[in-house]
């Protein structure tokens, strides 16, 4: 496995995916939009690239809140497909799981999909075995099917112009968080956004020496759970916040109002930061020390 290393405004640089990719690739993974939200505008000349040395291109559907209803992914050259239930369609995400990510491929594709595939005829279900060219059972667990059913019942409580608000309201909430934390907050990159947004800690860290870390411990005060922190890698002390299209306006200020706080204790009393969480059950763990002697059990308290 190769890494395609991103440009200057965050994406896919494609004169190194041209040197790079030869007869010997298979595919190339890509999420799109991306990891920073961004959209692979180059996405047609990405595939092109791909297809012409024999190459599959495969999309993450990880970031599908941003084109559900919008875009089909096959007509940018899309080839397979993953989408994240547990992220776009209403099973939450964390926790290390519930998930479950169904596969999506071209019509050239389908012969070899894995046995069974499940087949419909005059209105009755079946399981067919006898696909010459699959390449067989994967393996006998089928996945979290309830994650599945949950996923299929809000598409048909959603209907066609739902699904296609679930892009609308996430895009717009992202941009939202954007607009209002824009030079508060450092932005890397400042290529437009969809449903997700990656500040970093650059202002605060140079001037007061506070980091990611004490920005989303800080959170934990105010009773708001943190965002995914330092991812991706290429923006050093990320923070990325992806509001999805779940959160009200009331909850967007209230974030917001939040972030703007914590950015004046910043500068005004770093050390309150530095110290957080305050109000928490679980004070700030030493997290080196927990990484290189972690505890894995429980074990009751000595009595004196």
């Not at 995916?17 to 180059?42: H, I, Y």
């Not at 699904?163 to 450092?186: C, D, P, Q, T, W």
């Amino acid at each position: 496995m190769q890494e395609i290393k991103s440009n200057a405004r965050g994406m896919v640089d494609l004169e190194e995916l041209d040197r790079r990719m030869n007869g010997d690739v298979a595919a190339l993974m890509l999420t799109n939009p991306n990891t920073l939200g961004v959209f692979e505008s180059d996405i047609c000349r990405i595939a092109e690239i791909v297809h012409a040395k024999g190459g599959l291109l495969y999309m993450d559907g990880a970031n599908m809140n941003a084109l559900t209803g919008m875009v089909r992914p096959g007509d940018m050259g899309v080839d397979v497909l993953h989408i994240n239930l547990h992220k776009t369609f209403s099973t939450p995400h964390g926790g290390g799981g519930p998930g479950s990510g169904p596969v999506g491929v071209k019509k050239f594709l389908e012969p070899f999909l894995p046995v069974p595939l499940v087949e419909e005829k005059g209105g009755r279900f079946s399981l067919n075995f006898a696909r010459p060219d699959s390449i067989g059972r994967v393996r006998g667990f089928y996945g979290n099917f309830l994650v599945i059913v949950k996923a299929l019942a809000y598409i048909l409580s959603l209907g066609p112009q739902g699904v296609r608000e679930i892009a609308e309201v996430a895009v717009l909430n992202s941009n939202y968080i954007r607009k209002s934390l824009e030079g508060i907050y450092h932005l890397q990159y400042n290529d437009a956004t969809l449903h997700e947004i990656v500040f970093d800690d650059k202002f605060q860290k140079d001037a007061h020496g506070i980091t990611n870390l004490d920005i989303a411990k800080r959170l934990i005060d105010y009773g708001v759970h943190p965002p995914t922190m330092s991812f991706p890698s290429i923006v050093h002390g990320a923070l990325m916040i992806e509001p999805t299209e779940t959160e009200s306006k009331r909850d967007l200020d209230d974030f917001i109002e939040t972030m703007k706080t914590i950015a004046r204790e910043a500068e005004e009393m770093p050390e309150i930061l530095k110290a957080a969480p305050h109000h928490s059950y679980v004070r700030r763990l030493d997290e080196t020390a927990a990484a290189r002697n972690p505890i894995v059990k429980w074990e009751r308290p000595k009595t004196p």
